[in-house]
Each structure stands twice: as C-alpha cells, then as structure tokens.
C-alpha cells in the first residue's frame, strides 16, 4: 500500500515537473517571440514647417508669444541658462533655442536676443557672444501624433545613455539587489515581509525589478495566485535568456511615469523630457533621484501634483543611494538640498485638425495605420501654425460677426450653424500654409477646402476673361445691356448685382465691378467650349457643361482647387501641387520620403500679369474695395464671389507673397443674405493683419510680351489729342492696338505712321 | 624743355590715353565664379532669402540638390521674385536628372533675369544642359 502510493506520489510529481517544464519552455519561446520583435509601439509625430525669423521682419507679438509656448520654451525670470527657457520684455524676448534636427536643417540650441520695435523684429543677436544673427530657423512645432490604442508616449534610450546615477536610484528605489538575484528574490521578499509586519501597513513590495516587467510586458494586473505564479516564471525565464543589462534596459524604456492628460508617459527617456525637458543623458542626480521616485505612484508623486511629496520621496531614494554606497555624503548633501524644478507643459486641444486629416488622408495612402502608430516616424509638414491660428481666429469671429449683425443667420444647433472656410497657401511653392476646414472640428469633421463642392459664383470669373485674352484685352468694349438666353428651349435672363447706366464697358471695368451681363457677353465672344477646355487645364474635378451661366460660376467645385487654380496668376502662370506634406523619416532619423515643390506652367507670364493686374483694380475700385479701409493698404490682387440666392460668399485674395481664399455659407444652402465682399472679405482682411510676416508690399514685375499703351476711355482704342479722357492700359504684345480711336477727331498722317512703325515693348513703371 | 623732349613726352601720354580704353575693353579672365547677384539687398526680406540662396548654392556646390531644393523653396517663399533662386532650383533639378522641372525652373530665371546678360548666358547653357538630359 505503502509503496503504491510513493509510486503515485512519485507519478504526480513527475507529471507536475513535465507540465512544469512545458509550461516553461511555452512561456519562453512567448517571452522570445515578443522581446525579439518590436519591443514598443513609438508613435509617429506631425511637425510643422520650421519658422523663419530675420531682423526687420515684420510680427505679429501675440502669435509669436504662443509659438514659443507651443515650442515649449518656458518663462524664467533670470537671463536663460538652459535649453528651452526664456525671458520675456516689453521690447526684447531672450530664448535658449533648442536643438533643431529637421530633415536637411540641423543647428545646436545657443542663446539668442531678439529685440523688437513696435512689430518690428529690429535685431537678432547671439546673447552669449552678442554676434548678429542674420537669420534664425525656430525649430518645427510638434502638432499631433499618432497613437496606437494604447496612447503611450515614449523615448527609446539606450542602457549607455542612461547616466549611472539614474540607475543607482532605480535600482535603490526598486531592487537593490538586481544584479545579485536570477529573478525573483527571496531575500527581498522576507524583507518586505518583516517590514509590512512591523509597520501593519504595506509599505514595500518584494518584486524584483524583472518581476515588474514580466508583469507589464506580459500579464494582466490583477492580484491572483495564478498571475503570481506565472509572474515569478517569466522572471525567472527572462533572467535566464537576457543578460542583467538588457533586462535593465527594457525596464528603463518599459516603466509607466506620468500622465499627460490621455497620453501616458513610458520610459525614463520620455520622462526625463516630460518633466525636466531634456534628453535623459544630461540628467543631473536629484532629476535622476526624482524620476526613479516615481515608479512607485507616478500620479500621486508627480512634481506637477505635489512638490513637497515627490521631494520627500526624491530624498528617500537618495538615502537609499547613499546607503548603499553609490553616492558619498558631499553629493547626498547637495541633492537633498536641491528643489524640486520641472518643467510644466501644456496640454493643448487638437492643432490644426483639418490640415491633420487632410494630410492623414495622403499618408494612409503611404503607410498603413498599425505603421503610422507604431514606428516613430517623424512627419514633416509645410502648415505654419501662427497663419494656422490666425485663420482660425479670423474665421471664428468673422461668423460670429455676421450672426450678430443678422439674427437670421442664427441657428441653434451646432451642425446647423453658419459655416466658413479658409485655406492659405504660398503661390509660388505650393505650400500650403493653414486649412480652416469648418467653424468647430468638434462638432463637424466635414473639410469644407477638401471635401465639399460649391459654386463659385463671380470667383470662376477670372478663368473666362483669361480665356479670353487671346483675342480681347483690357480694353475691349463689351456689352452689358440685358439679353435673352434661350438655353434647351428655355429662357434665360442674367443680371448684374446691381443696375448700371453702362451699357457697354471695357473688359477691365467688367470684372471689376463684376457685371454679370459683360462677362456673359464675353463668354458668348470667346466660346463656352474654349473656357472649359481652359478650365480642364486647371484640373477641376467637376465635368463642366457649355451653358453660358457657366461663365457664371454656375458649376461646383472644390475649394482646394479654386484656390490652387487662383495660384496660376499669382505665380507668373504656374500651376503649383499644394504641398501639405514634405519629409518622412524614420525613429533614426532616415529619410523615407521627400516630396518638393512641383510647377507646371498653364499659361504666359505676361497673361497671368494682365490677370493679375484687372484683379487689383476690383481691390483699388470694384467689389473688393472695402478692403482699403479694413487696413489693407498694399497692393493686392482679389475677386469676390456671391452665387445665387447669397448661397455662397467667396473672397479669393493674393499677393506675390501669399494667398487666401475665404468661403462662408450654410451648409443645407441656406442664404447668408449677404455677399462675398459683405461675409467673406472682412475675414480675409482680418487674416491678412494678423500675419504682418507675410507682408512684402511687393507687385509683380511686368513681364516680357506687356506693353503699355495709352487708350482712349471711351473706345479703348489708341488715343489721340481730340480723345477728352484717355488711360493708359496694358496688353499682350501681341494684342496692342493700332487703330487711333474713331469716335474723336482723328489724327495726322504723321502720328498714324509713326504709331505703325513703332514695334518695341517697352517698360514703364508700375 | 626742348620741343623734342615735349613731343616725346606728349607721345607717349598719347599712348598711355589710347591704352586706357582698350584695358577698360579687355574681357576679365573666365572665372568659374557665378555673375553678381541682380538682386539688390534693399529690404530685410530680400537679405534673409540671399542668406537661403547662399545656402542652397553651398549644397548644391557639396552635391546635396535635396538639401539645396528645400533652402531654395524656402527662399522663395521669402522673395518669389528671385530669377537667382529659380536658377539654382533649376540647377538643383538637373543634378537630380529631372528635366522637367529643371526647364520649368530655368524658364522662370529667365523671365526674372532677362535684363542681366551674365545671368542670360548662364540660363541660356543650363537650358542646354537641359535640353541634353531630355534626348
């Protein structure tokens, strides 16, 4: 009986040590699998462009202040000593750049001296050797990152760029003896034991260090016996697979440190930013003593909630240091003397959210979303958050602004409200600067620039007299007397916005005062056929049909490309890509993808100038001169646009510089009562003023094949000394006229011959 | 002074007189040195994008057209009236074998900087060197 039951007894221990072993051998090739492949889930980060300053330039105070917040730079009332600290004057600001590390653009962070006058940036200057700075690149702004469902935020480091001192302290905190047990330590457990006992109170935990990994890494958090068991496994197998300094290493990039609103902070790498912003290398020992201090309760012994608690529990770790015998009486005395100094940060809602999906739109299609949420890439963009705000701001108040001045306007449910839009690029280079996609991307997501189809009303008009240059110019006279259409059989009646006694006008006069009835005449002359061939060009998406309200605006589009096609003129006749997207790299570093400016040239110089031209004059005199007394006082080129029913309000301004174009409306198409120079003007107006660095006073230069004549204002044609008024004008060379004008006396045989053989351009000043 | 010593001396001052000219007309030796930049640095906006050329013609000169294409857009967007800056985009564009944008790019110097012979001559063998790349 005896020998039965030793044989089973024997049997079950056997069979328990088997299923031992399997479990073993299963739990190590799991542990293998998952430190072999990716240890962690980086996420990649949106920047923005870098920011350009040069003395002289022109500023915007405010926008700046909050750039250098969203830079992270933080006020300190001394001169400032360290990376990332500033201080600020009425007439000079003092900063410690950062490092800048940018695709192609790197520069270590030194102290510099800006000094304004009025908006003015009036000198740039090293403050630590007081050399002139002739310009100075801000570092990009971190806008969004992409997360993966565990919203971890971490910095991988290196065991070799973890200085000793942190490891001491994490180690004196954690497991003092983690490079004596293979483990799990017994000895640590009896001690932690005793202790409990004796105080009545949990106050040490025996966990090794690889314990606590094993737990985080792999297990569930619950207190169970199992969890316990399987914990002390893993420790064990982990212990036997790893060296002492990869388990170390893992753990330092593993640990939970702190929260950021929803975003944890996971590894000392990231912690050492987080709360002292900088790299963790250049920690100094009470930094170190801190951030091992709150491993224990990060929330509860964080600096940003108690700074009297995580100094107490900073210089419990630091005895413990010294107890051990890693730091000397000098240094503990010195460190517990040291105050608690972190470096706050702010915790910002959604930056620039519809340039953010816009742009996710074009990643996506480049990188799926398990890569974008977990390999660290580092995304480089050309949005400039100052333009960003001050679009968002103008927007804002610019709706608010008309629902105050019309009740009708007022709706009560959010997605019912009035709408508006706004996009910012740079002409010359594409690059897109600001999408204002809505009023409120919490209540709708919906990117007005990228997703929605409207009319643009008079905005379209400019394509048509560009089409028609060719074979009129400025001068050409034009019919704005009322006709009939007959279109499928039915009648069709166009009207100017407003009656006019002119019966005929010039081309010039017509797009700037907008005559619908001039423009429908012009479209007639030229063929619809010849303005849509004209528009495909321009690469609108919307198929367009040969009416004649075609010349209208009476067709949809996308305001993206309105704006985008709007940059031909204001770009010497080059269709530029609208760039959002500039450089991907990887979490080394390495450049994955790189994407430039790209032009295509859609029509001449001299057209687009001659374009270019009649859009100032609706800024100087037509619809768009209201824009003089909103502070506007440069020249600019622009075209407004109201449709049917004040369906759609539209301004679409630029400069060699920089363009904007601005839509208000509703969405369900209600009427806004209003027009484009009435909605949409004074929000572009507010934008304008609002990026001062964007502001050159400069016009284009007349290019090859413009010429200047004088005109008579009556016919257009050549004057002469009987025409009573006469202007000058410009024209393709091509398109000068010869003809002396018939309706006043004519001329001599001499000036007629004279005027013949006369064959050169010629420049004349602006 | 004697008459034959004044003549002399009058010879040769005529001489010196008839040389001046012909040194002034003397063509300066070729340099590889790029012609003077035509923009004038009257405004802070115009120096802070000559600071951004220089440094897109200093990578292009280390063969980094990537690196100098992101100086020079950046120029650009300072002063998009530098025939300079599209020159070198263009430059930029042929070094990285893409004749498209490198005709486009040196079309547009050439409408910018159309009143300076030097620049003229340059755009007019870059279009050369373009016109190579696109047999």
Redesign the interface.
């Given at each position: 009986m005896f020998k039965k039951l030793l044989k089973l007894t024997v049997l079950i221990f056997i069979l328990i040590c088997a299923g031992l072993i399997l479990y073993s051998w299963y739990l190590s090739v799991k542990v293998e699998k998952r430190f072999a492949g990716r240890r962690w889930s980086i996420p990649s980060t949106v920047f923005s462009d870098i920011t350009i300053l040069y003395p002289g330039q022109r500023i915007n105070r405010s926008l700046f202040n909050k750039k250098l917040n969203s830079l992270g730079y933080r006020e300190v009332s001394h001169n400032p000593r360290k990376k990332g600290e500033k201080k600020t004057a009425s007439t000079k600001v003092t900063i410690y750049l950062h490092d800048l590390k940018a695709p192609s653009l790197t520069r270590k962070g030194f102290p510099v001296k800006i000094r304004f006058l009025q908006n003015k940036i009036e000198a740039i200057n090293r403050a630590d050797t007081g050399k002139s700075v002739p310009i100075l690149e801000l570092e990009p702004e971190e806008i969004m990152q992409f997360f993966g469902p565990e919203r971890e935020k971490r910095h991988l480091v290196s065991i070799h760029q973890v200085p000793e001192d942190l490891i001491h302290a994490v180690l004196a905190a954690e497991d003092g003896r983690f490079y004596k047990h293979h483990g799990i330590d017994p000895r640590g457990i009896l001690r932690a034991l005793y202790t409990n006992l004796r105080h009545g109170a949990i106050l040490q935990g025996g966990s090794t260090l690889t314990q606590q990994l094993a737990k985080n890494y792999f297990l569930t958090p619950e207190r169970t016996i199992s969890r316990k068991i399987n914990e002390a496994i893993l420790s064990v197998i982990i212990e036997a697979i790893y060296e002492k300094d990869e388990i170390l290493e893992i753990y330092l990039n593993e640990i939970y440190l702190g929260q950021k609103g929803s975003i944890s902070i996971n590894g000392v790498g990231e912690a050492s930013f987080f709360y002292f912003d900088k790299p963790v290398s250049t920690l100094s020992l009470p930094e170190a003593a801190t951030i091992a201090g709150l491993i224990k309760g990060p929330n509860y012994y964080s600096p940003y909630v108690g700074k009297s608690r995580c100094k107490e529990r900073r210089n419990m770790v630091l005895h413990a240091m010294h107890r051990k015998g890693w730091i000397n009486n000098d240094k503990l005395k010195a460190a517990l003397s040291a105050k608690v100094e972190s470096a706050g940060f702010n915790l910002q809602g959604k930056k620039a959210p519809y340039f953010i999906d816009y742009l996710y739109r074009q990643l996506e299609k480049l990188y799926p979303p398990e890569v974008l949420n977990s390999l660290g890439l580092s995304i480089y963009t050309t949005l400039d958050t100052q333009v960003q705000a001050a679009a968002e701001k103008a927007l804002k108040e610019g709706l608010s602004r008309l629902e105050r001045s019309n009740p009708a306007l007022r709706r009560k449910k959010g997605e019912e409200k009035l709408q508006g839009a706004i996009i910012v690029m740079q002409p010359k280079t594409g690059y897109i600067l600001a999408v204002v996609g809505g009023r409120n991307y919490t209540v709708s997501q919906f990117n007005r620039i990228t997703q929605s189809r409207r009319q643009p009303g008079s905005a379209f008009k400019p394509f048509v007299y560009l089409t028609a240059l060719n074979d009129f110019t400025p001068a050409s006279r034009l019919s704005n007397e009322p006709i009939t259409y007959m279109i499928d059989g039915k009648p069709w009646e166009p009207q100017n916005f407003a009656p006019s006694d002119e019966l005929v006008v010039s081309m010039r006069l017509a797009l700037t005062k907008s005559f619908n009835l001039a423009t429908v005449d012009l479209a007639r002359k030229v063929g619809l056929d010849k303005i849509i061939k004209t528009t495909d060009r321009f690469l609108f998406s919307t198929p367009l049909k040969p009416y004649p309200s075609l010349a209208l605006g009476a067709f949809e589009v996308i305001p993206l490309e309105l704006a985008r096609a709007y940059c031909v003129f204001a770009a010497d006749g080059m269709l530029p890509y609208p760039l959002s997207l500039k450089d991907v790299t990887d979490e080394n570093g390495k450049l994955l993808k790189q994407k430039h400016m790209n032009i295509e040239r859609l029509t001449s110089p001299a057209k687009a100038f001659i374009i270019s031209s009649m859009l100032r004059s609706v800024v100087s005199e037509g619809t768009a001169r209201s824009l003089i007394g909103r502070g506007i006082s440069w020249p600019v080129a622009g075209k407004t646009g109201t449709t049917n029913n004040f369906r759609d309000a539209w301004f679409v301004g630029y400069t060699p510089d920089i363009l904007a174009l601005v839509w208000v409306g509703f969405d369900n198409q209600d009427s806004i009562f209003t027009t484009g120079s009435t909605a949409a003007l004074p929000i572009w107006a507010d934008l304008m003023n609002s990026v001062p660095q964007y502001v050159s006073e400069n016009w284009y230069k007349i290019p090859p094949g413009v010429v200047k004549e004088t005109v008579c204002s009556e016919s257009g044609l050549l004057a002469h000394k009987g025409c009573p008024e006469s202007m000058e004008e410009i024209f393709l060379k091509e398109n000068v006229p010869t003809v002396f004008c018939p309706i006043h006396n004519k001329p001599g045989l001499f000036r007629k011959i004279f005027k013949f053989m006369r064959k050169d351009d010629y420049d004349t000043k602006n | 002074m004697t008459m034959t010593l004044k003549i002399k001396w009058l010879k040769i001052l005529l001489a010196v007189a008839l040389c001046l000219p012909a040194v002034g007309c003397m063509k300066p030796a070729l340099t590889p040195e790029p012609p003077p930049s035509p923009e004038s640095p009257s405004?802070?906006?115009v120096?802070?994008s000559l600071?951004?050329t220089e440094q897109g013609k200093s990578?292009l000169n280390k063969g980094?057209p990537?690196?100098a294409?992101?100086?020079l857009?950046?120029a650009?967007?300072?002063n998009?009236?530098s025939g300079e800056n599209f020159y070198y985009l263009s430059q930029a564009w042929l070094m990285k074998e893409e004749a498209k944008?490198a005709k486009?790019?040196n079309?547009?110097a050439e409408?910018?900087l159309?009143e300076y012979p030097e620049w003229t001559v340059r755009i007019a063998r870059q279009k050369d060197r373009i016109q190579e790349l696109e047999k």
């Open positions: - | 405004t802070p906006r120096l802070a600071q951004l990578l980094k990537d690196a294409i992101r100086a857009e950046r650009i967007n300072l998009p009236g944008q486009e790019f079309n547009l409408i910018y159309n």
